[in-house]
């Protein structure tokens, strides 16, 4: 890649055009440079595509929550981009145990502790957790 | 505490701008990134179809984290410490100590939990390496190798990007230098990560790692129509395309960097063979850039009409014969 072919295509969203990142290009002496670049149009592409997939899975798991199918648990696990082994870390829960509280029946009686450890990891107040989707 | 005289530099990939921004603190102005990296022998590529990230197979152009800074160090005799943390508190009160002893410390980190990266970049990603080079009003100053400037970070922000979970844990791992030796055998080192890096990419003989890899994703990449639904198909693309050109390679997944360090390299060892290797190295990066941007089109096309799954794969076919015959001939040179 020469130095005038490095891209500048701009990453337009969620904040992305905030770094211009650098790459190495090769000047017209042949000598290998770092260069900026805004982005690159097939990357670009690529991390809005990564976003676009959470944000699908996001709103199919909200009208689930809504739809009284899934606990709010579901929903901030994939608003926090985890999956259930990951989210299963963070509680210090098993996986199977991550699941039955995604279940609104057993959600609904889970103690307050549990409730702040959940909503501690997501970032959120208990109240936020326990109204969402109401 | 205050804030160290540190002075931040941008560099393209984390572990290798790290190392350099470290060395350069000690006085070693030589080491750049590209030495770095090719030092710490930071080339690499795998393709690990049953190992699952986020639902698509693991692929990556990097060695292990942690592995280009202790190549380096080792092979340049620099007196380092490493240390890893079993709590969160024990892993902020030594960095502390670390900065007032006057030393910068570099730490492994989850891209997640770095409010001062864009959000477009973070996802669950914990081999992030930065450097901590102040604390002032209980705010960290910090310099991050991807960014043109320094940053700030909260404590508690600090603290739970060192301790995510998942896939690796960083375990609070921090590093810093200690010493540095009087003279470095900065020809030796080239030499070793040279004959390093050739040993990481031709020998493993398994299927997922170094060469056979690329071979191996080209063979699969062409059943992607036959095995999975579009959808899937073009989540696959994508997560390739990134690990590749999203930051932190110096484009082409890493094959530039690499070029320029077997250019400086040639004039460190007054060799001009490595130079014709640089502009090899340098073609082969453009056949990796014009893959992605093949894989760009497909994923968005939608519809098999501009270049085929078949076609990606003879492309990284081509790629694999070519890198092959590369590193064989790079790892007969005389010394």
Redesign the interface.
């Known amino acids: 890649?020469n130095v005038n072919e490095v891209p500048q295509d701009a990453?337009d969203?969620?904040?992305?055009?905030?770094?211009?990142?650098?790459?190495?290009?090769?000047d017209k002496d042949?000598?290998?440079t770092?260069v900026?670049s805004a982005g690159?149009?097939?990357?670009n592409?690529?991390?809005r595509?990564?976003?676009d997939?959470v944000d699908e899975a996001l709103a199919d798991t909200e009208a689930k929550v809504k739809a009284g199918q899934l606990s709010p648990i579901a929903y901030y696990m994939q608003k926090c981009?985890?999956?259930k082994a990951?989210l299963a870390?963070?509680v210090g829960k098993w996986g199977w145990q991550v699941s039955r509280h995604m279940k609104p029946s057993v959600f609904n009686k889970l103690d307050r502790s549990l409730l702040e450890k959940y909503a501690s990891v997501f970032n959120i107040t208990v109240d936020e957790l326990i109204s969402f989707g109401k | 505490m205050s804030r160290l005289n540190f002075q931040h530099q941008?560099?393209?990939h984390c572990e290798s701008g790290v190392t350099a921004n470290l060395l350069r603190h000690e006085g070693l102005q030589q080491i750049t990134?590209?030495l770095a990296f090719g030092i710490g022998a930071g080339l690499f590529f795998a393709h690990i179809p049953f190992l699952k990230v986020?639902g698509t197979p693991g692929t990556t152009f990097r060695s292990l984290p942690g592995s280009i800074f202790k190549r380096v160090t080792k092979s340049l005799d620099i007196d380092v410490q490493t240390q890893r943390f079993s709590t969160p508190a024990k892993a902020m009160t030594a960095l502390d100590n670390v900065l007032d002893s006057g030393k910068p410390a570099g730490m492994l980190s989850s891209v997640?939990y770095l409010p001062y990266?864009?959000?477009?970049?973070r996802?669950?990603f914990n081999a992030h390496n930065l450097i901590a080079f102040g604390k002032e009003n209980g705010i960290y100053n910090i310099s991050d190798p991807?960014?043109?400037d320094v940053a700030t970070i909260l404590p508690e922000d600090l603290a739970k990007a060192r301790f995510a979970?998942?896939t690796p844990e960083p375990k609070g791992f921090m590093y810093y230098v200690k010493n540095v030796p009087a003279k470095l055998d900065l020809e030796g080192a080239i030499q070793r990560g040279i004959k390093k890096n050739c040993f990481l990419i031709l020998s493993p003989p398994l299927p997922w790692f170094g060469i056979n890899a690329i071979f191996l994703l080209s063979k699969k990449i062409r059943k992607y129509p036959q095995q999975l639904t579009e959808r899937k198909a073009?989540?696959y693309?994508?997560?390739i395309?990134?690990m590749q050109?999203?930051?932190?390679t110096?484009?082409?997944g890493f094959r530039?960097?690499y070029?320029?360090f077997l250019?400086?390299s040639s004039e460190i060892l007054k060799r001009d063979d490595l130079k014709g290797f640089?502009?090899e190295l340098?073609a082969i990066?453009?056949e990796w850039?014009n893959f992605?941007?093949s894989?760009?089109r497909q994923?968005?096309a939608r519809k098999t009409d501009l270049v085929s799954f078949d076609q990606l794969g003879d492309m990284l076919h081509s790629i694999g014969t070519k890198e092959k015959d590369f590193f064989t001939r790079l790892n007969k040179l005389k010394w």
Request: no cysteine.
């Open positions: 890649m990453r969203f969620r904040d992305g055009d905030k770094v211009r990142k650098l790459v190495y290009a090769v042949g000598k290998y770092g900026n690159w149009e097939a990357e592409e690529a991390t595509q990564a976003w997939a981009l985890m999956d990951l870390k963070y | 941008q560099h393209a990134e590209p986020s997640y990266l864009p959000e477009a970049f996802f669950h991807v960014l043109e979970k998942g073009q989540l693309l994508g997560n395309i990134r050109e999203e930051i932190g110096g484009g082409a530039f960097l070029a320029a250019q400086e640089a502009q340098t990066g453009d850039r992605a941007y894989a760009a994923m968005k």
